[in-house]
């Protein structure tokens, strides 16, 4: 789709605001990589880019807007965070702590098996199979580890922030103590893959790097999926990441 609007130069996508009616394929982060390094991307820098620069722009526009609206209905009054810092009986998903206590766990356990299961594995190699640098996310513009580690990153403030390991018994403070040391096992393995995802991939002490990732993230899925909840009487009940 991304390749047909530069082919026709197609007028509606270089506006954000009628690019925000097509598909989200054609809109998002992954388009924007193609813009910018993807096929014909040398165009850019010469006269005939023009159209290309300008899909670009829209598309860094709509990104924007729509970072800022989620932004705003977060902070909303009332919106998403307040609800979650003030649970009451006629909320229809937020009634009391353990329901939010509930919600923030199964962020960070279906977080860290969706960077698992989506983000690496399927470059990576599933179960023995071969490496398939390009089907990791951002693989032209070289962003594909930097992604995964902000991913994680993000998951570790989540936890870090919330201080929602606090809410256990104090002898189960080491489920927290340990999941933060985990999360900083997996920065110091991704920094260990370096280069573009083909170079990577074809290097076995970087595969191994990126397997050592798995490996931690599969101890960080057990702490903060099993363990935590246990810990706070809670369950994270039903993946979406599961299927039917």
């Known amino acids: 789709q991304v390749q047909a609007i530069l082919a026709n130069k197609d007028a509606t996508a270089a506006d954000p605001a009628t690019l925000k009616a097509k598909s989200v394929a054609v809109q998002g982060l992954g388009a924007l990589e193609f813009v910018l390094f993807g096929t014909g991307a040398e165009a850019l820098a010469v006269p005939e880019g023009d159209f290309r620069c300008d899909y670009g722009n829209a598309i860094s526009g709509a990104v924007s807007d729509v970072a800022t609206e989620m932004s705003v209905e ?14 009451s009986d006629d909320d229809p998903d937020y009634r009391s702590n353990d329901e939010v206590l509930q919600e923030l766990i199964g962020v960070m356990a279906h977080g860290v098996e969706a960077i698992r299961d989506q983000r690496i594995l399927p470059f990576l190699g599933r179960d023995g199979a071969p490496p398939k640098p390009k089907s990791a996310l951002f693989w032209r513009s070289n962003m594909t580890m930097p992604s995964i580690l902000a991913n994680f990153e993000g998951l570790r403030a989540l936890l870090v922030n919330s201080d929602i390991w606090r809410y256990a018994p104090t002898e189960q403070f080491w489920i927290g103590e340990q999941a933060m040391s985990e999360f900083d096992t997996v920065t110091i393995y991704g920094s ?18 990126g397997t050592d990732i798995v490996t931690s993230s599969q101890v960080l899925g057990k702490l903060v999926g099993e363990d935590l909840p246990a810990a706070l009487g809670l369950s994270v009940g039903f993946s979406s990441l599961d299927g039917d």
């Not at 977060?74 to 649970?87: E, L, S």
């Not at 260990?192 to 790097?209: F, L, Y």
């Open 74 to 87: 977060w902070f909303a009054v009332p919106g998403i965070a307040t609800r979650m810092m003030r649970p």
């Open 192 to 209: 260990g893959v370096t280069g573009t995802v083909e170079e990577a991939m074809a290097d076995p002490a970087q595969v191994d790097q």
